[in-house]
């Protein structure tokens, strides 16, 4: 069966320090791999994605995320967090043959502080 | 981008009574739509996977008989949470992969709050 574990429930940091959120997953097919946004009372937004090809994938805003097949692992990173990264961060894995099911992680709250 | 509405956006509803979420595509088709609920500070449970033309496929423990499911046309899904109690209360999200079932990119509503008194 298919899983995804985000091992830090939160995160606090100070502003402008680099942060990274880990996600990790199991798995016995190919995997497609989704970085995930949430504010408080809205929806989900897309942050970030792996589908195939580079390995390294990055978003608009500074995020990135590496797929390392090896240690079933899908890392989020940021280099300089801004007050406005503040959210709920999911990780999310869906897999081959699995007709577009998404599995969540539980989720890792961000916290910048001043 | 995708969009993917739902409506309404929040409900209150007395225990007992039933209600009915929407979820719209507006700018593409979707054979295929998915129903979540997400408890307060908690991740999405996947609770069905919405078919055009054919029965919900529910995951397990859901039950199908209070969570009904209707994939009216290929850009509408409806939810209805059927005698409702205090514990249905939520946060429902819908979600839509855009281009198929080969597509695995999805793009998801905004939510819907549910409270039941």
């Known amino acids: 069966a298919q899983s995804v574990t985000q091992l830090d429930s939160q995160v606090p940091v100070f502003e402008e320090a680099p942060v990274e959120l880990r996600c990790n997953y199991s798995?016995?097919?190919?995997?497609?791999l989704f970085w995930y946004v949430q504010y408080p009372n809205q929806g989900l937004q897309l942050l970030l994605k792996?589908?195939?090809?580079?390995?390294l994938v990055e978003s608009i805003n500074g995020f990135e995320a590496e797929f390392n097949k090896s240690q079933t692992s899908f890392h989020l990173r940021k280099p300089s967090v801004h007050i406005s990264d503040t959210a709920e961060y999911f990780c999310?894995?869906?897999?081959?043959?699995?007709?577009?099911?998404?599995?969540f992680g539980a989720g890792t709250r961000l916290a910048v502080h001043p | 981008g995708a969009v993917v509405s739902q409506h309404p956006s929040w409900v209150i509803c007395k225990s007992g009574t039933s209600v009915k979420i929407e979820c719209r595509s507006l700018?593409?088709?979707?054979?295929?739509m998915f129903w979540y609920r997400q408890f307060p500070k908690q991740s999405l449970m996947l609770m069905a996977t919405?078919?055009?033309?054919?029965?919900?496929?529910?995951e397990q423990g859901v039950e199908k008989d209070k969570f009904l499911i209707n994939h009216a046309s290929l850009t509408l899904s409806t939810l209805t949470v059927t005698s409702a109690h205090p514990e249905d209360s939520s946060f429902y999200i819908c979600?839509?992969?855009?281009?198929?079932?080969?597509?695995?990119?999805?793009?998801f509503g905004p939510g819907t709050r549910l409270t039941v008194t």
């Open positions: 979600s839509a992969p855009r281009g198929g079932t080969g597509s695995y990119e999805q793009y």
């Open positions: 798995s016995s097919v190919s995997v497609y």
């Open positions: 792996y589908l195939s090809g580079s390995t």
């Open positions: 999310a894995v869906s897999f081959s043959g699995g007709y577009n099911k998404l599995i």
């Open positions: 700018d593409f088709q979707a054979t295929t």
């Open positions: 919405s078919n055009e033309g054919s029965k919900a496929t529910y």
